[in-house]
């Protein structure tokens, strides 16, 4: 069985001096291709050091984060994201993770447009998918996408916390997927409600590591080797085995980040 996480902060300091001890958790775990969204400039050489220690299970990402588009700031961040693009000599696999949050200041919300839009053109230059981020902010999101969507963009929602109108809206611009992770096993997270109903071929798995750890890890450090119980309680609902949601979810995640190849 292979799974993949798409979507972990591994590189992350709660992760320091224990790093090695959690990917073996994947291997044993069946948890075989990790994928890291960048959110920042200080966070770009975090990257790459696990990809160049994992090439063959680390996958990166260039983006920065809506909760890092600040002002006088923002723009210089980007600058350093996008100079890692085209010189680092790395392939990645999306740009990521972009997108809106509205949690914690509502007053940036013009700037995360700005830097959504500049970093959309960044994708679709590079025939590279994007990674969203979207907290308390799903009508600023329709209202970039609307704008923005064509058939040369590809993405995911990732760590997908929405109602069903709302996933179906994301899948209807056509080439989206919802990433699911921890939330999905949480009792009152809502998605019991959602994923019977969301075609199988449009989901990937996460963990979003170090955060969101799931049911019954919660409120503890999350780590990829979770990505397993998100698919088990992802079968749950689908009604079918494990083995078939590691390899529905493992196609769907080859396929919209290009991953036959490194």
Same mark, same amino acid.
């Given at each position: 069985?292979?799974?993949?996480?798409?979507?972990? +902060? =591994?590189?992350?300091?709660?992760?320091?001096?224990?790093?090695?001890?959690?990917?073996?958790?994947?291997? *044993?775990?069946?948890?075989?291709?990790?994928?890291?969204?960048?959110?920042? $400039?200080?966070?770009?050489?975090?990257?790459?050091?696990?990809?160049?220690?994992?090439?063959?299970?680390?996958?990166?990402?260039?983006? =920065?984060?809506?909760?890092?588009?600040?002002? #006088?700031?923002?723009?210089?961040?980007?600058?350093?994201? *996008?100079?890692?693009?085209?010189?680092? #000599?790395?392939?990645?696999?999306?740009? &990521?993770?972009?997108?809106?949050?509205?949690?914690?200041?509502?007053?940036?919300?013009?700037?995360?447009?700005?830097?959504?839009?500049?970093?959309?053109?960044?994708?679709?230059?590079?025939? @590279? /998918?994007?990674?969203?981020?979207?907290?308390?902010?799903?009508?600023?999101?329709?209202?970039? =996408?609307?704008?923005?969507?064509?058939?040369? @963009?590809?993405?995911?929602?990732?760590?997908?916390?929405?109602?069903?109108?709302?996933?179906?809206?994301?899948?209807?611009?056509?080439?989206?997927?919802?990433?699911?992770? &921890?939330?999905?096993?949480?009792?009152?997270? #809502?998605?019991?409600?959602?994923?019977?109903?969301? /075609? +199988?071929?449009?989901?990937? %798995?996460?963990?979003?590591?170090?955060?969101?750890?799931?049911?019954? +890890?919660? &409120?503890?450090?999350?780590?990829?080797?979770?990505?397993?119980?998100?698919?088990?309680?992802?079968?749950?609902?689908?009604?079918?085995?494990?083995?078939?949601?590691?390899?529905?979810?493992?196609?769907?995640?080859?396929? %919209?980040?290009?991953?036959?190849? $490194?």
């Amino acid at each position: 069985m292979h799974l993949i996480d798409t979507h972990t +902060h =591994l590189y992350q300091p709660a992760f320091d001096g224990e790093r090695e001890a959690a990917i073996q958790r994947c291997m *044993e775990a069946d948890v075989k291709s990790l994928l890291l969204p960048n959110i920042d $400039k200080a966070s770009i050489g975090r990257v790459h050091d696990m990809m160049d220690k994992w090439p063959e299970l680390c996958f990166g990402m260039m983006g =920065l984060h809506p909760c890092h588009v600040k002002p #006088g700031e923002w723009r210089d961040e980007l600058q350093a994201i *996008e100079q890692a693009l085209h010189t680092s #000599g790395r392939r990645y696999v999306a740009i &990521g993770e972009i997108g809106f949050d509205l949690h914690w200041d509502k007053t940036t919300l013009d700037i995360q447009h700005e830097a959504f839009r500049e970093q959309v053109k960044w994708a679709k230059s590079l025939n @590279l /998918p994007i990674v969203i981020h979207v907290r308390e902010a799903f009508e600023a999101l329709f209202e970039a =996408l609307d704008a923005l969507n064509d058939d040369q @963009l590809t993405g995911v929602v990732h760590c997908f916390t929405g109602d069903l109108n709302q996933a179906r809206r994301i899948l209807d611009y056509g080439n989206f997927y919802l990433g699911i992770g &921890g939330v999905a096993t949480y009792k009152n997270g #809502g998605l019991d409600a959602v994923l019977p109903h969301v /075609p +199988h071929n449009r989901v990937v %798995l996460e963990t979003d590591s170090p955060y969101l750890a799931p049911v019954p +890890h919660r &409120g503890k450090r999350n780590e990829s080797a979770y990505t397993r119980v998100v698919a088990q309680r992802v079968a749950d609902l689908w009604e079918m085995p494990l083995h078939e949601v590691a390899e529905i979810t493992t196609q769907n995640a080859r396929g %919209l980040f290009n991953l036959t190849s $490194k």
